[in-house]
């Protein structure tokens, strides 16, 4: 019926605010090292944290998970995950990094070799439809608001001078996390000494 230009799947509104925000990504190499790991996952909650605030979303829960690679049959395999309720909505990423590395210290375990890592956002609500607890105070409300100036001055720095520009947390060179690209494409229109060269006969 498709074929013949009858419709028969609603099409999806893509300006509709995602409910949950995922970000992951297999590690280079497989590693155990609880510090590389910590690194990967503080990598994927600040890029959670700024997918949520460019949709004027708060997130109540953060959850962590791990993976070991389930086709390596000659090793042990494990695959944890451990949501994490946050003290209130937020849209910091601070908050997130400090529930995501609350969550991993729990769900982590020697012995493993990790294949991917991520954080996700969970039980999203709209910034300015937040519901505000009993407890809170005048102090609470300037907390908030100097967060919410700290985040902004942060993502405009980032989207003016280029991702990463500022961030939380230092990267190690050479980390067994960072991707692999043996087989990474030629940046022609980024990079010159990637030019292809023409020669004459």
């Known amino acids: 019926m498709e074929l013949r230009g009858i419709s028969c799947i609603e099409m999806n509104d893509f300006q509709e605010p995602r409910q949950r925000i995922m970000t992951s990504r297999s590690f280079g190499k497989l590693t155990d090292n609880l510090g590389e790991i910590r690194e990967a996952l503080r990598q994927h909650g600040q890029r959670g944290a700024e997918k949520l605030r460019s949709q004027s979303s708060l997130a109540r829960a953060v959850l962590v998970f791990l993976k070991t690679n389930p086709f390596r049959t000659d090793l042990p395999q494990y695959s944890p995950s451990l949501a994490v309720e946050l003290p209130r909505p937020t849209d910091d990423s601070r908050e997130v990094l400090h529930?995501?590395?609350?969550?991993?210290?729990?769900?982590?375990?020697?012995?493993?070799?990790?294949?991917?890592?991520?954080?996700?956002?969970?039980?999203?609500?709209?910034?300015?439809?937040?519901?505000?607890?009993?407890?809170?105070?005048?102090?609470?409300?300037?907390?908030?608001?100097?967060?919410?100036k700290q985040?902004?001055?942060?993502?405009?720095?980032?989207?003016?001078?280029?991702?990463?520009?500022?961030?939380?947390?230092?990267?190690?060179?050479?980390?067994?996390?960072?991707?692999?690209?043996?087989?990474?494409?030629?940046?022609?229109?980024?990079?010159?000494?990637?030019?292809?060269?023409?020669?004459a006969k």
């Open 99 to 148: 529930a995501a590395g609350y969550a991993l210290q729990r769900i982590y375990r020697k012995g493993y070799l990790y294949q991917k890592g991520g954080v996700m956002l969970l039980d999203l609500v709209d910034a300015s439809r937040q519901q505000l607890s009993l407890l809170d105070t005048p102090q609470s409300d300037a907390d908030r608001q100097r967060s919410a």
């Open 151 to 199: 985040m902004g001055v942060m993502d405009e720095l980032n989207s003016w001078m280029g991702r990463g520009t500022v961030k939380l947390g230092t990267q190690s060179p050479g980390a067994a996390w960072h991707l692999r690209c043996t087989n990474l494409t030629q940046r022609y229109s980024t990079r010159w000494d990637e030019l292809p060269t023409a020669r």
